[in-house]
Every structure is written in structure tokens, then in C-alpha cells.
């Protein structure tokens, strides 16, 4: 019998704490003639219900611009982030959810980009990130793996840009940094010697914004490599990147 | 008399002629002060962020599957993927992989030839991808469930390490994801690995034909 009370409580204990998670959920009141609740997060699920102006609903999670929200009646369905932002609060405080807008491509802070190029004559992928100290500032890193023929490595780098006009469209930007080369001679060549060296680079490209949050990024780099031999060795790097903002 | 009383009158009539403008200026700058003093309201409308909304736009898990290494046969391949959802049309995917090749025909005839050795047979891949998912829908199930579903395509490049080498590859794939829940989705995929391979002898572009099945988190 012991058992069985436990577990009842237990149950109760569950069932009792259900209400006060869901009373700790955020609730809007709708102020558009109808909100619309389509079956899934996108713009091509069918509205399946809609709720008239004034009811209240309870909102559950996000991804990307979809809202799953829950009506006094039990149902549940996805709603754009733009028509969430037009319902308020009860107390009649507008409500704002994070998420992109057209000052976002000036005012972002973060950047992280994927590209892929030529680094001297070898494949090149690689994954940068950058921060935006002010709108025309960039403080970034980069690392990028190097497929040659004769030989693979890695080059990792730190540097600053410059964006001369961040609020265009497409906009020029310089930029200069330091870094590291790593070079692993492939092991069908005769007296294979793994090295690694420091490398300076200055560079120029072209970015524009594809929307509120993605951009393309074209860039050419000269790398000064400061190698352990007599001479400096030099290589031009070039990439387009797809990036990401937030 | 009679002239002191005129003077006195135009005295003040002028008095009161000089007056009655400087009363009115005076008063002037205090008719519009009376304009501000309805009570402005001091409370502006304040925005509200939903507290702790959970935001999912992350992907994790795990797939299993079986791929066909050219030349060496095909061989069961394991690995993880982890994606972040841009919009809900794109999203990027990092993807890691491993399978053990197995032997060539020229190995196998021959009896004892070895082309690689057992360490050079692991066939070790990552790759960083685009994806766009072009086709979103619902999967029924029966009469009564109805899954959100997309087929998804994903480029992307990558480094593949086989035969004791790294070879700049790029991954082109195709999958359907099911979400079977909220937050649980079942994909099934096909992706192809091409690379550059001087393996055999002379240097020839090669294509790795995978497919797998995973199941994946959304958080």
C-alpha cells in the first residue's frame, strides 16, 4: 500500500506542478483582426486556426521567425514573429522579440562566415568570425585548412578591417593581420619536414548583403610568411565567403 | 486751473495710454505658460521581451548509414552533424564521419597485396555545408498524425582523410528531414564526398556515395 501512496503522491506532485510552469509562461493578448496558426514553423504550413482579437495565448518556443503558441482552448500552432509583435502584453505593453531588421546590417555586433578559395595555388575551406567594434570596425579571426599538391597545412589568422561604407549595400573594406602557417609536405615526397612560421598579411575585398542577416564576402589577401630560410616567402590568398550576422 | 487740469488729464490719459500696452505685454509671456500646464503623461508604452523563451535554432545528433568508398567497397559509416537554422529556409550543417574501407578487387585476387595498411583504411571526413530547404511539407501518418517535413539540399567542402593523406573534398547532399516531434527529427540522406585521389597511380577524381539515417535534436 506504501508503495502505491508514494507513487500517488508523486503523481500529484507532478500533475500540481504542470499548472504553475504553465502559469509561469508568457501570455499576449491578440490585437490583429485574427491571429493565424499554421501547422508548422513556415510560411508554406496551412492555417489551420485562427484566433480573434482579444483572446489571449500562451507562448512555447521559437525557431528562427516561428512562435509555437497555445490558445485558452488547448490548441497549438506556429505564428510569424512580425504578426506576434503586433499583440501586447495584459497589462497593454507592446511585445518585441529579437530577430533582424534593415538597421541590423549596420548595428549588428557579430559575424561568422564560411569560405572556401584558392590559398597559392591549394584548395582552401575555412571558418571566420568577426566583431563589430563600430560600424565600420571589424576585429576578426580566421582559420583555413590548405589542400596543395604537393604538400597540406593550415593558416590561422587575427586582424582588424575596415569597412569605408558600412551602410551600402556593397560595400570596400581593407584589412590587415597576423598569424601562423602550418605546411605538412605530403609523405610521397623525398625528406617530408613539417614547419610552421608566422605570417603577416594586408588585404583588400567587397562585401554585400544578401538580406537583414546573411552577406557575401570577396576578399584577396597578400601573406608575408616570415620563414626560417634566407628570403620571405610570399602568397596571395583569395576567398569568397558566405556569412552570418547577429 | 484750467490748464494745470488739462495737464493733469493728458498726464494721465497718457499714463494709462502707456499702461495698457505694457500690461498687455506683461501679461503676454504668461498667457502661453498656460498652455503646458495640462499634465503630460510621464509613462511611456514599455517593451517587453517574453522571459526565457526557448529558442531552438540548433540541431545535434548522430547517423548511421553505409558508404560506398570507390575502389574499396562499401562500408558502414557513423557520425555526427551539428546545424543551425538561419531562417526556416536555411541552415548550415557541420558534419563528421567515419567508415573503414575495405579491400580492392586487385587486393583480393591477388591473395596478399596490400595497398594500404590498416590505419591508412580509415576513411575519416568533415565537412561544412549550406543548406536550403526547398521543399517543406507534412508527412501523414495514418488518418490522425501529420509531421512537418522538409527535402533539404546541402553544399559544402570539407577535408576527407584517407590513405594516409588529406584531400580537399566537396560534399553535395540531399535528405528529407521528419520532425517527429517538436524537437525530435529522423532524416534519411544521401550525400556524395568527391575528392581528388592519386591512390591507384594516377591522380583521378573520386566519388563516395553515402546514406544514412540519423536522428537529430532540436535545441
Given at each position: 500500500?506504501?508503495?502505491?501512496?508514494?507513487?500517488?503522491?508523486?503523481?500529484?506532485?507532478?500533475?500540481?506542478?504542470?499548472?504553475?510552469?504553465?502559469?509561469?509562461?508568457?501570455?499576449?493578448?491578440?490585437?490583429?483582426?485574427?491571429?493565424?496558426?499554421?501547422?508548422?514553423?513556415?510560411?508554406?504550413?496551412?492555417?489551420?486556426?485562427?484566433?480573434?482579437?482579444?483572446?489571449?495565448?500562451?507562448?512555447?518556443?521559437?525557431?528562427?521567425?516561428?512562435?509555437?503558441?497555445?490558445?485558452?482552448?488547448?490548441?497549438?500552432?506556429?505564428?510569424?514573429?512580425?504578426?506576434?509583435?503586433?499583440?501586447?502584453?495584459?497589462?497593454?505593453?507592446?511585445?518585441?522579440?529579437p530577430g533582424p531588421s534593415p538597421e541590423s546590417r549596420v548595428e549588428h555586433r557579430w559575424e561568422v562566415g564560411l569560405a572556401t578559395g584558392d590559398t597559392?595555388?591549394?584548395?582552401t575551406i575555412a571558418v571566420s568570425g568577426a566583431y563589430l567594434v563600430t560600424p565600420s570596425l571589424l576585429v576578426r579571426a580566421d582559420v583555413a585548412?590548405?589542400?596543395?599538391?604537393?604538400?597540406?597545412?593550415?593558416l590561422g589568422s587575427v586582424g582588424i578591417a575596415h569597412l569605408f561604407m558600412p551602410q551600402w549595400r556593397v560595400t570596400p573594406f581593407i584589412g590587415i593581420g597576423a598569424g601562423?602557417?602550418?605546411?605538412?609536405?605530403?609523405?610521397?615526397?623525398?625528406?617530408?619536414?613539417?614547419?610552421?612560421?608566422?605570417a603577416a598579411y594586408a588585404g583588400l575585398g567587397v562585401r554585400g548583403y544578401l538580406t537583414d542577416r546573411f552577406m557575401l564576402q570577396a576578399e584577396w589577401r597578400q601573406y608575408v610568411?616570415?620563414?626560417?630560410?634566407?628570403?620571405?616567402?610570399?602568397i596571395d590568398s583569395w576567398t569568397v565567403s558566405f556569412a552570418y550576422f547577429f | 486751473?484750467?490748464?494745470?487740469?488739462?495737464?493733469?488729464?493728458?498726464?494721465?490719459?497718457?499714463?494709462?495710454?502707456?499702461?495698457?500696452?505694457?500690461?498687455?505685454?506683461?501679461?503676454?509671456?504668461?498667457?502661453?505658460?498656460?498652455?503646458?500646464?495640462?499634465?503630460?503623461?510621464?509613462?511611456?508604452?514599455?517593451?517587453?521581451?517574453?522571459?526565457?523563451?526557448?529558442?531552438?535554432?540548433?540541431?545535434?545528433?548522430?547517423?548511421?548509414?553505409?558508404?560506398?568508398?570507390?575502389?574499396?567497397?562499401?562500408?558502414?559509416?557513423?557520425?555526427?552533424?551539428?546545424?543551425y537554422?538561419f531562417t526556416?529556409?536555411v541552415?548550415a550543417?557541420?558534419?563528421?564521419?567515419?567508415?573503414?574501407?575495405?579491400?580492392?578487387?586487385?587486393?583480393?585476387?591477388?591473395?596478399?597485396?596490400?595497398?594500404?595498411?590498416?590505419?591508412?583504411?580509415?576513411?575519416?571526413?568533415?565537412?561544412l555545408?549550406l543548406?536550403?530547404?526547398?521543399?517543406?511539407?507534412?508527412?501523414?501518418?495514418?488518418?490522425?498524425?501529420?509531421?512537418?517535413?522538409?527535402?533539404?539540399?546541402?553544399?559544402?567542402?570539407?577535408?576527407?582523410?584517407?590513405?594516409?593523406?588529406?584531400?580537399?573534398?566537396?560534399?553535395?547532399?540531399?535528405?528529407?528531414?521528419?520532425?517527429?516531434?517538436?524537437?525530435?527529427?529522423?532524416?534519411?540522406?544521401?550525400?556524395?564526398?568527391?575528392?581528388?585521389?592519386?591512390?591507384?597511380?594516377?591522380?583521378?577524381?573520386?566519388?563516395?556515395?553515402?546514406?544514412?539515417?540519423?536522428?537529430?535534436?532540436?535545441?
Open positions: 500500500m506504501r508503495p502505491f501512496r508514494l507513487l500517488t503522491c508523486l503523481l500529484l506532485g507532478l500533475l500540481a506542478s504542470t499548472p504553475a510552469v504553465a502559469a509561469a509562461a508568457f501570455e499576449v493578448v491578440v490585437q490583429d483582426p485574427y491571429l493565424e496558426l499554421r501547422t508548422g514553423p513556415g510560411r508554406g504550413f496551412p492555417v489551420a486556426q485562427v484566433v480573434d482579437r482579444g483572446a489571449e495565448v500562451t507562448l512555447l518556443r521559437r525557431r528562427t521567425d516561428w512562435i509555437k503558441v497555445r490558445t485558452a482552448g488547448g490548441i497549438e500552432g506556429w505564428v510569424k514573429r512580425a504578426q506576434l509583435e503586433r499583440t501586447l502584453t495584459p497589462s497593454g505593453e507592446s511585445v518585441t522579440l597559392d595555388g591549394a584548395s585548412q590548405l589542400f596543395g599538391n604537393a604538400s597540406n597545412g593550415w601562423a602557417l602550418y605546411v605538412e609536405p605530403k609523405a610521397t615526397l623525398v625528406q617530408p619536414e613539417d614547419r610552421s612560421d608566422t610568411v616570415f620563414t626560417s630560410r634566407d628570403d620571405n616567402e610570399e | 486751473m484750467d490748464r494745470e487740469l488739462r495737464v493733469l488729464l493728458l498726464s494721465g490719459a497718457a499714463l494709462v495710454a502707456l499702461a495698457v500696452p505694457l500690461q498687455a505685454r506683461a501679461q503676454e509671456p504668461s498667457t502661453p505658460a498656460a498652455a503646458p500646464q495640462v499634465v503630460e503623461p510621464q509613462v511611456k508604452r514599455r517593451e517587453v521581451n517574453p522571459p526565457a523563451l526557448d529558442t531552438e535554432n540548433f540541431e545535434a545528433g548522430a547517423f548511421v548509414g553505409t558508404i560506398s568508398i570507390e575502389d574499396f567497397g562499401s562500408s558502414f559509416v557513423w557520425g555526427g552533424r551539428l546545424a537554422h526556416e529556409d541552415f550543417e557541420a558534419t563528421v564521419g567515419t567508415a573503414k574501407a575495405g579491400q580492392t578487387s586487385y587486393e583480393d585476387l591477388s591473395g596478399s597485396a596490400q595497398l594500404l595498411t590498416n590505419d591508412e583504411r580509415q576513411f575519416t571526413y568533415y565537412d555545408s543548406g536550403w530547404n526547398a521543399l517543406p511539407g507534412e508527412v501523414f501518418l495514418g488518418g490522425r498524425r501529420a509531421m512537418p517535413s522538409a527535402v533539404y539540399f546541402t553544399l559544402g567542402a570539407g577535408s576527407t582523410d584517407f590513405g594516409g593523406d588529406s584531400h580537399f573534398t566537396v560534399a553535395l547532399g540531399t535528405g528529407l528531414r521528419v520532425l517527429a516531434t517538436d524537437w525530435l527529427a529522423v532524416h534519411m540522406g544521401a550525400r556524395d564526398l568527391a575528392f581528388d585521389s592519386d591512390l591507384l597511380g594516377k591522380d583521378k577524381l573520386t566519388h563516395n556515395l553515402q546514406f544514412t539515417f540519423s536522428l537529430t535534436a532540436f535545441f
